[in-house]
């Protein structure tokens, strides 16, 4: 419970929320997330050459590249995307995405069993 004349924030700046690791079990991705009850956004780094092997997961993604390139396979499918350019992962479907250059993308997922980007440690 928050105290008294505590208020409840309805307002981020990405640019000064703290970066992290956001799945580093299968991913490079850097940068702040903003979590609500429902779903998870945040705006993620890779250097080229990084990105997130192969893996699949209960949240449905969507990933919107803001500036750089990124190769990325869902299922049987690639492609790759540049600014204002999206993939949609399904729940539990294969992908991956590789950095071609610096990219800075904004990625959500729906938070499913109390999670979203970050995952269990099990």
């Not at 949609?88 to 499913?112: F, G, Q």
Request: glycine fraction near 10%.
């Amino acid at each position: 419970m928050k105290p008294e004349g505590e208020r409840l924030s309805y307002f981020y700046d990405f640019n000064a929320m703290p970066g992290e690791l956001v799945t580093p079990k299968y991913s490079t991705a850097f940068g702040p997330l903003l979590t609500g009850q429902h779903i998870e956004v945040g705006m993620l780094r890779y250097r080229k050459g990084e990105g997130a092997v192969p893996h699949a997961h209960p949240s449905e993604q969507i990933m919107v590249v803001i500036r750089g390139r990124l190769w990325v396979r869902i299922a049987n499918q690639s492609a790759e995307l540049g600014p204002g350019q999206a993939f949609l992962a399904p729940p539990n479907v294969e992908h991956e995405v590789r950095a071609l250059e610096d990219t800075e993308v904004l990625s959500c997922k729906n938070v499913v069993g109390g999670y979203g980007h970050r995952l269990p440690s099990t």
